[in-house]
C-alpha cells in the first residue's frame, strides 16, 4: 500500500549533462582579475574549478579547503583537466604535471621571497618576486585555457562578461595598486633627496 503522506519522489540529476566539469571563464578575465586582485583571484579560481568538479563528477571533496590549500591540490585538478582533455579527443597535455610543479614553486618561494628582510632600493629580490606573482599566472593561464576546451567552450565566451562584484573588486584592486605604487614612488624620492 502506498502511503499518502509521502512526499512524491523525482530522480535528480545531481551530476548529469547540463553542468560541465570545469569553470569555464575567458583568459582576459582571469588575467585581468588575477593581476587586479593582486593574485587572490587564484583562490576563487580553484574553488570555482573544485566546485564544478564536485557536482559534475560526485567527487567527494571540499572545494573551500582545496582552494585555501591549492597548493597541495593543483597537480590533482590539473591531472583532472588533463585526463578530460585527452578523454575528449583533444589531444594530450602532457605539460600539465610540470605546471602544476611551477605553480607550487613560485607560490610557495613568492611567500618566502615576500618574508626576506629587502633593502630601501628596488633590488634583485624585488624583480625574483615580481616573477614569482606572475609565473603562477602562466600555469593558471595554461589549465584554463583546456578547460575551456573540455568544456566546448574554447574563448570562455559563457563567462566572459565582467559582473558588477568583479568590477567591485577590480576598482579595489586598481586601489591597492595605487598605494603600492604611490609608496614605491615615495621610496625613490627619499632615496633621491
Given at each position: 500500500?502506498?502511503?499518502?503522506?509521502?512526499?512524491?519522489?523525482?530522480?535528480?540529476?545531481?551530476h548529469?549533462?547540463?553542468?560541465?566539469?570545469?569553470?569555464?571563464t575567458?583568459?582576459?578575465?582571469?588575467i585581468?582579475?588575477?593581476?587586479?586582485?593582486?593574485?587572490?583571484?587564484?583562490?576563487?579560481?580553484?574553488?570555482?574549478?573544485?566546485?564544478?568538479?564536485?557536482?559534475?563528477?560526485?567527487?567527494?571533496?571540499?572545494?573551500?579547503?582545496?582552494?585555501?590549500?591549492?597548493?597541495?591540490?593543483?597537480?590533482?585538478?590539473?591531472?583532472?583537466?588533463?585526463?578530460?582533455?585527452?578523454?575528449q579527443?583533444?589531444?594530450?597535455?602532457?605539460?600539465?604535471?610540470v605546471?602544476?610543479?611551477?605553480?607550487?614553486?613560485?607560490?610557495?618561494g613568492?611567500?618566502?621571497?615576500?618574508?626576506?628582510?629587502?633593502?630601501?632600493?628596488?633590488?634583485?629580490?624585488?624583480?625574483?618576486?615580481?616573477?614569482?606573482?606572475?609565473?603562477?599566472?602562466?600555469?593558471?593561464?595554461?589549465?584554463?585555457?583546456?578547460a575551456?576546451?573540455?568544456?566546448?567552450?574554447?574563448?570562455?565566451?559563457?563567462?566572459?562578461?565582467?559582473?558588477?562584484?568583479?568590477?567591485?573588486?577590480?576598482?579595489?584592486?586598481?586601489?591597492?595598486?595605487?598605494?603600492?605604487?604611490?609608496?614605491?614612488?615615495?621610496?625613490?624620492?627619499?632615496?633621491?633627496?
Open positions: 500500500m502506498e502511503n499518502p503522506y509521502q512526499a512524491p519522489q523525482a530522480e535528480l540529476d545531481t548529469g549533462e547540463s553542468s560541465t566539469p570545469f569553470f569555464t575567458s583568459i582576459t578575465k582571469l585581468v582579475l588575477y593581476i587586479a586582485t593582486l593574485g587572490f583571484y587564484r583562490l576563487y579560481w580553484f574553488y570555482k574549478h573544485w566546485k564544478a568538479l564536485q557536482v559534475h563528477e560526485g567527487l567527494k571533496v571540499a572545494p573551500v579547503w582545496r582552494s585555501i590549500f591549492n597548493i597541495f591540490f593543483t597537480h590533482s585538478l590539473f591531472k583532472h583537466i588533463a585526463n578530460r582533455h585527452q578523454e579527443g583533444l589531444g594530450g597535455w602532457g605539460a600539465h604535471a605546471l602544476a610543479t611551477l605553480y607550487v614553486l613560485m607560490t610557495v613568492g611567500e618566502l621571497i615576500a618574508r626576506m628582510p629587502t633593502s630601501d632600493v628596488f633590488g634583485v629580490w624585488d624583480i625574483v618576486l615580481l616573477a614569482t606573482s606572475i609565473i603562477p599566472l602562466y600555469t593558471l593561464y595554461e589549465a584554463q585555457t583546456h575551456n576546451r573540455v568544456n566546448q567552450d574554447p574563448d570562455g565566451e559563457s563567462n566572459s562578461r565582467f559582473s558588477p562584484w568583479n568590477i567591485l573588486f577590480i576598482l579595489l584592486g586598481i586601489a591597492i595598486w595605487g598605494v603600492v605604487v604611490l609608496g614605491v614612488l615615495a621610496q625613490y624620492t627619499a632615496i633621491l633627496d
